[in-house]
């Protein structure tokens, strides 16, 4: 499998701040779908931000799609990536949607014609189309984190990174957009690098890193990463919901094989100790 | 119980007189009793952060009478003398951190109180025993606030809303952005507040499973109309009314819903996980035991 980005043994410190990565390492695999999983402070978003050369790192390397993130290729690194943050109201600069959207490109100096082309189907790839004369500051937070995505999606990138994109989201509103995520990452072929403390986003996931206090302590599938409650609690990390049921369970008794079952698994599993009875 | 909050037949229009006026509140009339802990929920835009923004004046009805305890906030009513009732309910609005802005952690504490007339001193004390509720170590007090975690500024802007010592405290969705264990700490924290301190806590949110694990009372909020009040076990009861007022069940509530779906029965909707674990082992027995 090709790695669409390599962090090669880097090292990054903030100003007057102990080191936080020290050698650290990490392959991004093209196609995959990786979250980023660990508490506030734990060097998520800073390795997002050293990706898109948005700051600069001490010692080591990293390569997106070829290239090695430096002053030289940081125009082009930052058209292959683009980024949702956390709280869109910080990202938006156009006066309507429309214009929003149209921003990244008017940078790239499209031209006018081809402009409103991608513009329009690039609101209609997030079903935004009938609000594209609207004012965004008066969108609801879902809205809001559709109009980012198509200012993405517009400039065709290789790699999506969601910050923390859909923690100030209401249940459904992050579903709508993980799920709108999950298309068009599939139509596009993208790679997808969600930052996420929510267990049930990373469950999505085909691979899962823990990063605690700049440090990868694991490195593995869902699956895997659920199994180890244990964890997960000591970095601060809710576990899924199943295997919170399975402990109650098991504090009351009944003792289940693993410690982690998905939805389907675990109602089989109950369904079971019914029919024993 | 005395009545801490009371709207009576409260309407709210933004932009009045405008091509864009649109009434954010409609009619809407709730009592909220002293000392209890009530959560509002709605979907985005039902006018959750309206309704709150009226118990601190923060906004003023445009038809109808808003009570908070022995004060009444009517249209007429002038922003004169708004304070008394300002330092009375406290308000936590969404990411307060941002509002930071003072060199130090307890500099930026005590300007509540100061801006309130305290004495330096009345407000170093304030301040001291409001980082005290909020669990920030006294080592903090000199730091500037700018170099704490997320979840540690955002308990200083909560300590800095506590230092006026409010007999209401409004919190609008106060631990978006946080992880697992700053939600967890801000949230028993708010718990701490209403078991002890006995303050009248308003938590404004999204999450089902906080409404259920902290709340007593609820009200529910669609298009700028209240559209039912009751404990948790009342309103989360219809799983199909839940779902048209476009929320969510709680997650233990959702498992539930899967098992009922593949046919397993269950007496009543399990709210929390405890509820559902007590009813697995009930229709399951402890066969499972020697499933090992």
Redesign the interface.
């Known amino acids: 499998m090709k790695n669409i980005i390599q962090v090669k043994n880097i090292s990054f410190h903030y100003p007057d701040k102990p080191l936080l990565f020290d050698n650290l390492t990490l392959d991004v695999h093209e196609g995959e779908w990786l979250a980023i999983i660990g508490?506030?402070?734990s060097g998520k978003s800073t390795l997002a931000r050293l990706i898109d050369g948005l700051i600069v790192l001490d010692k080591g390397q990293i390569i997106v799609d070829g290239l090695t993130v430096n002053d030289q290729n940081i125009f082009d690194i930052r058209n292959k990536i683009g980024i949702v943050f956390?709280?869109p109201e910080d990202q938006f600069v156009g006066a309507t949607v429309e214009d929003d959207v149209a921003f990244g490109l008017e940078n790239r100096q499209v031209e006018r014609e081809k402009m409103h082309e991608i513009v329009k189907k690039s609101l209609m790839d997030v079903s935004m189309l009938d609000f594209r004369n609207r004012i965004p500051a008066n969108l609801?937070?879902?809205q809001k984190q559709r109009v980012a995505i198509a200012g993405i999606v517009a400039l065709s990138p290789k790699i999506i990174i969601l910050d923390?994109a859909t923690?100030?989201?209401?249940?459904?509103?992050r579903n709508e957009i993980l799920d709108l995520v999950y298309q068009i990452k599939k139509d596009n072929q993208l790679t997808v690098i969600s930052i996420t403390?929510d267990?049930d986003e990373a469950a999505n996931a085909d691979r899962v890193v823990i990063l605690n206090e700049g440090r990868i302590i694991d490195e593995e599938t869902p699956e895997n990463i659920f199994q180890n409650t244990g964890q997960l609690q000591s970095v601060?990390?809710?576990s899924p919901?199943?295997s919170?049921?399975l402990a109650?369970?098991k504090?009351?008794?009944?003792?289940?094989?693993r410690s982690y079952l998905n939805?389907e698994e675990l109602?089989a599993w109950?369904?079971?100790?019914?029919s024993?009875? | 119980m005395d009545k801490a909050v009371n709207f009576e037949k409260v309407t709210h229009t933004y932009q009045v007189d405008t091509p864009f006026s649109q009434n954010a509140l409609e009619n809407v009339s709730f009592t909220i009793q002293s000392g209890s802990f009530t959560a509002i929920i709605g979907?985005?835009?039902s006018g959750k952060s309206t309704l709150v923004q009226h118990i601190n004046a923060l906004l003023k009805p445009t038809d109808g009478t808003v009570s908070v305890f022995d004060r009444i906030i009517t249209p007429k009513t002038t922003n004169k003398n708004l304070k008394q009732l300002r330092k009375k309910v406290g308000m936590v609005f969404q990411?307060p951190e941002k509002q930071l802005f003072e060199e130090t952690v307890i500099k930026d504490i005590m300007f509540g109180p100061l801006n309130y007339g305290a004495t330096e001193e009345e407000a170093r004390k304030s301040a001291v025993n409001a980082m005290k509720l909020v669990g920030l170590s006294a080592n903090f007090s000199d730091s500037s606030p700018f170099d704490l975690?997320?979840?540690q500024m955002r308990r200083v802007a909560i300590a800095g809303v506590l230092a006026m010592n409010p007999e209401i405290l409004i919190l609008d969705e106060p631990t978006?952005?946080?992880?697992?264990?700053?939600h967890k700490e801000i949230m028993d924290l708010a718990r701490h507040l209403h078991d002890h301190n006995h303050m009248t806590i308003i938590l404004v949110t999204?999450?089902?499973d906080d409404v259920v694990d902290y709340a007593s009372n609820v009200v529910v909020m669609d298009q700028g109309k209240i559209v039912k009040v009751g404990p948790p076990k009342e309103i989360f009861s219809d799983p199909k009314w839940v779902y048209k007022m476009?929320l969510?069940l709680p997650?233990?509530a959702l498992?539930a819903q899967?098992?009922i779906d593949?046919g397993?029965k269950l007496k009543t909707l399990p709210l929390t996980?405890?509820e559902?674990?007590?009813q697995?082992?009930q229709?399951?027995?402890?066969?499972?035991?020697k499933?090992?």
């Open positions: 508490q506030n402070g956390q709280n609801s937070g879902g923390e923690s100030m989201l209401d249940p459904r509103g403390h267990i601060g990390l809710d919901y199943t919170q049921l109650a369970l504090h009351r008794g009944i003792k289940p094989q939805d109602i109950i369904k079971q100790l019914i024993k009875k | 979907h985005t835009g990411f975690s997320g979840g978006a952005g946080l992880d697992p264990r700053g999204h999450q089902m476009q969510d997650s233990s498992f899967k098992m593949t397993i996980i405890d559902l674990a007590d697995i082992v229709i399951a027995g402890k066969e499972g035991k499933d090992e």
